[in-house]
């Protein structure tokens, strides 16, 4: 499947890639929305991979913060809120990854082909580890209301191994350009041990790194993506800081629902 949505006529659009250090939640959601900004305002295309320093509850856009009471084992971790809709998830033994580009004004208002390509992409990768994984059909769709924990929803697209969810993705727009963001849940987590990962579920034995590394390859493969990697700027890691005290980090923001 290619990106037809970008109008690059054949030719490879350059992306900025980096694999990041593990740090804090609003941190790494600071960071994602600079990366929105450069792709609204200058038209970049960035493919970011990213851990986190500690377990960290995230809580969707419209989620209310009362509601995290109701999941006992995360109590004691640090809470952030996303620019994007979707279920809480507890980021601890896991890949995140976003992805930031500009679209096609056409492309603007139906963009569910980058869930399809970016969990596809990842769908071929497992299979390196005889993982067979597959997609979430409508029928097993839950709405918008459905369980707190974003693990125990399913939405149409989503990634899962005998029958649970590994990997889920949300989306922010601005203008004419979208981040897409998500985690692949590799592993338990003692902050939500109800949810297995791909470890319990598959039982295969793989390198995060060279699954990370299969699955950055066919994406680029299958978006026909021209990889740049590029270190963060001095500019955006200042505008990231003024995100993490304005917003990210601030209680009035997590705690605005």
């Known amino acids: 499947m290619n990106a037809p949505a970008l109008d690059r006529d054949g030719e490879p659009l350059e992306c900025h890639v980096r694999v990041d250090a593990a740090a804090s939640g609003a941190w790494n959601m600071a960071v994602d929305e600079v990366a929105l900004e450069s792709a609204a305002e200058s038209g970049v295309c960035s493919l970011r991979f990213y851990r986190w320093s500690e377990p960290t509850l995230s809580l969707g856009y419209f989620q209310n913060f009362a509601d995290r009471s109701s999941h006992a084992p995360s109590a004691k971790c640090p809470v952030v809120r996303r620019a994007s809709g979707g279920g809480a998830i507890l980021h601890d033994r896991e890949i995140t ?44 769709s839950t709405n918008e209301l459905g369980p707190f924990m974003c693990f125990q929803r399913r939405a149409c697209g989503d990634v899962l191994v005998d029958g649970q969810k590994v990997c889920g993705s949300a989306q922010r727009r601005r203008g004419s350009a979208i981040l897409q963001h998500g985690s692949l849940l590799v592993a338990a987590s003692k902050s939500a041990p109800e949810l297995p990962g791909l470890i319990e579920v598959s039982k295969a034995k793989f390198d995060e790194s060279e699954l990370l590394a299969a699955w950055l390859a066919m994406l680029a493969e299958r978006m026909n993506l021209a990889l740049a990697p590029t ?4 500019r955006e890691s200042d505008r990231a800081a003024e995100l993490v005290e304005e917003k990210y980090g601030n209680s009035k923001w997590t705690q605005r629902r």
């Open 231 to 234: 270190p963060m700027t001095g």
């Open 97 to 140: 990854y976003s992805l930031t580009m500009p679209l096609a004004p056409r492309a603007v208002k139906t963009a569910s082909w980058l869930y399809d390509i970016v969990h596809g992409s990842l769908i071929a990768a497992l299979t390196l580890w005889k993982i067979q994984a597959d997609r979430c059909e409508p029928a097993a």
